[in-house]
């Protein structure tokens, strides 16, 4: 029964996805302008000391960083609209468990995303910013294994923000508050190793610096921890955020 239950509600969240073609559209449109626009109008023209590939290989595990956090941790506004139009009400009374229900929609929201990063990955394969011969099937598995986590653990952020929340305004607030720091201690689009002093302490704190990371590990050879640290961070910080929201989906209404 429980198991039924998350299947039926990723399945929900895939539908809802796969209908709504414009959305596929607008989680790619930015990603692709930084990608394409920026990374290759700015590859000539902005140089990295001491590494040998050029600002659009730098960037592109950046853009399939943002894509996943932006995609994934959004999505749980879709939990303050079914509260609103007395969907999700529906739902908790069904005789299975609100963590089934949760787990059911952060795996399909998670799945989504990974979706529009994998998405975004073929499309910096198909410009040359990520060189395909230098990728063996353990890399290509590790970096699916860096972009389920990050799909986890921001999707699980999203909910159990939104878990608290009753509306779109307030949850746009946070998350525009939160998101943006984020991104940009991320290392994404500058590299972090001769920013001052506070912050890089500060990014050491940001847990999509090691997604980042490692992927940039993966794709190009090089980075700023062990693939083994950001990967084992990363992953600790999947597993408290899932039980972050699982807990606080749990308590809504309360």
């Avoid at 975004?120 to 230098?134: D, T, Y």
């Avoid at 490692?214 to 600790?236: N, Y």
């Amino acid at each position: 029964m429980e198991f039924n239950a998350i299947y039926i509600m990723w399945l929900r969240e895939m539908k809802r996805f796969f209908r709504a073609k414009s959305r596929i559209i607008g989680n790619l449109s930015m990603p692709f302008i930084w990608l394409v626009i920026m990374g290759i109008g700015l590859s000539s023209s902005f140089s990295i000391p001491g590494v040998k590939f050029d600002y659009l290989a730098f960037i592109a595990p950046g853009v399939i960083g943002m894509t996943l956090l932006f995609s994934s941790i959004f999505s749980g506004i879709s939990v303050i609209w079914e509260k609103q139009f007395g969907f999700l009400k529906e739902i908790l009374v069904a005789p299975v468990s609100r963590t089934s229900i949760v787990l059911g929609k952060i795996f399909g929201s998670a799945t989504i995303s990974f979706i529009n990063g994998v998405l975004i990955m073929i499309i910096a394969i198909l410009i040359g910013s990520i060189s395909i011969a230098s990728l063996s099937v353990f890399s290509i598995l590790l970096a699916i294994i860096f972009m389920i986590l990050i799909c986890l653990a921001f999707v699980s952020v999203g909910i159990a923000i939104a878990s608290r929340l009753n509306n779109m305004e307030g949850f746009q607030m946070i998350m525009s508050f939160l998101v943006m720091p984020t991104f940009f201690l991320s290392g994404a689009f500058i590299p972090l190793q001769n920013a001052p002093l506070w912050m890089g302490t500060i990014a050491m704190f940001d847990p999509l610096l090691y997604g980042v990371d490692g992927l940039r590990g993966v794709f190009l050879g090089v980075s700023q921890f062990p693939i083994a640290i950001d990967l084992g961070v990363l992953a600790g910080f999947c597993v408290a955020m899932i039980l972050l929201s699982s807990y606080l989906f749990r308590r809504m209404g309360e």
